[in-house]
């Protein structure tokens, strides 16, 4: 049996996960956080819990892509804080999808995703950015970076969405475009990386799965290509914009689907 036939899906199915893939590029390299509508797509052609299988790998896909396009452009002292609390993170999300349903996981990651983009709206109107992103040497920032490590953790590992959440991080620390992308970019491919043997533990990941994904992994260059085009038209405000409403989209997609 072929993987299209395991899952019952038809040829405008394809198309909509070769869309969602393409979007994945797009997101890696242009706009975080967008790739939380991929997450949509991927849910409603396959079943949920294949579908974060599936997508993981073009996920990692793009996060490669990413890191070769923007990787002068990295802020390791952020990495290096946000990393111990993101395993954390992880393995939370691992705990919890073993008895969670997905109504649960919906409903908590979408509340979660509106909370940071009021959050993040809201102090962003009440303060000044720093042009570096430097709040992660204050106690405050410091706990910050933990308590969105968790929830980025958390998010990602049971439903691929940790971008909107590590985004409104990276906004409210005062990234520029370059920098938040360069960071964004290695955050993601060590994350997703370490997450495989987890998926793959909870049957996430398998032949299937893969098969599927080497049919969609393609689809993510282009998409990779067409973002490293656009963000060098894009300017900062309007990039933190994009960041947010894409934010907002992915929660309330996951609150009413």
């Given at each position: 049996?072929?993987?299209?036939?395991?899952?019952?899906?038809?040829?405008?199915?394809?198309?909509?996960?070769?869309?969602?893939?393409?979007?994945?590029?797009?997101?890696?390299?242009?706009?975080?956080?967008?790739?939380?509508?991929?997450?949509?797509?991927?849910?409603?052609?396959?079943?949920?819990?294949?579908?974060?299988?599936?997508?993981?790998?073009?996920?990692?896909?793009?996060?490669?892509?990413?890191?070769?396009?923007?990787?002068?452009?990295?802020?390791?002292?952020?990495?290096?804080?946000?990393?111990?609390?993101?395993?954390?993170?992880?393995?939370?999300?691992?705990?919890?999808?073993?008895?969670?349903?997905?109504?649960?996981?919906?409903?908590?990651?979408?509340?979660?995703?509106?909370?940071?983009?009021?959050?993040?709206?809201?102090?962003?109107?009440t303060a000044e950015t720093e042009e570096e992103p430097d709040s992660v040497t204050t106690r405050a920032g410091r706990v910050k970076a933990r308590s969105y490590g968790v929830l980025g953790g958390f998010t990602t590992m049971v439903a691929n969405a940790g971008g909107p959440v590590m985004s409104m991080y990276l906004l409210s620390a005062g990234f520029r475009k370059l920098g938040f992308l360069g960071t964004s970019a290695f955050f993601f491919l060590i994350v997703n990386v370490s997450k495989v043997p987890f998926s793959v533990g909870l049957g996430l990941i398998d032949g299937p799965s893969l098969l599927l994904d080497a049919a969609l992994v393609a689809f993510v260059v282009p998409g990779a290509f067409l973002g490293k085009w656009a963000v060098h038209r894009i300017n900062q405000r309007l990039f933190e914009q994009l960041v947010i409403a894409a934010t907002v989209v992915g929660g309330v997609q996951l609150l009413l689907r």
């Amino acid at each position: 049996m072929d993987t299209m036939t395991l899952w019952n899906i038809t040829g405008g199915g394809f198309a909509a996960l070769a869309f969602a893939a393409l979007l994945v590029g797009f997101s890696k390299t242009a706009v975080s956080g967008a790739n939380t509508v991929s997450l949509a797509i991927f849910a409603a052609v396959l079943p949920a819990r294949a579908s974060t299988g599936v997508l993981l790998p073009i996920l990692i896909a793009g996060d490669v892509l990413a890191v070769l396009t923007y990787r002068r452009h990295a802020h390791w002292p952020t990495l290096w804080r946000l990393f111990p609390a993101v395993a954390a993170g992880v393995v939370f999300g691992t705990v919890f999808l073993m008895w969670a349903d997905d109504g649960i996981v919906r409903t908590s990651i979408g509340a979660i995703l509106l909370l940071m983009a009021g959050v993040t709206v809201w102090r962003r109107r009440t303060a000044e950015t720093e042009e570096e992103p430097d709040s992660v040497t204050t106690r405050a920032g410091r706990v910050k970076a933990r308590s969105y490590g968790v929830l980025g953790g958390f998010t990602t590992m049971v439903a691929n969405a940790g971008g909107p959440v590590m985004s409104m991080y990276l906004l409210s620390a005062g990234f520029r475009k370059l920098g938040f992308l360069g960071t964004s970019a290695f955050f993601f491919l060590i994350v997703n990386v370490s997450k495989v043997p987890f998926s793959v533990g909870l049957g996430l990941i398998d032949g299937p799965s893969l098969l599927l994904d080497a049919a969609l992994v393609a689809f993510v260059v282009p998409g990779a290509f067409l973002g490293k085009w656009a963000v060098h038209r894009i300017n900062q405000r309007l990039f933190e914009q994009l960041v947010i409403a894409a934010t907002v989209v992915g929660g309330v997609q996951l609150l009413l689907r």
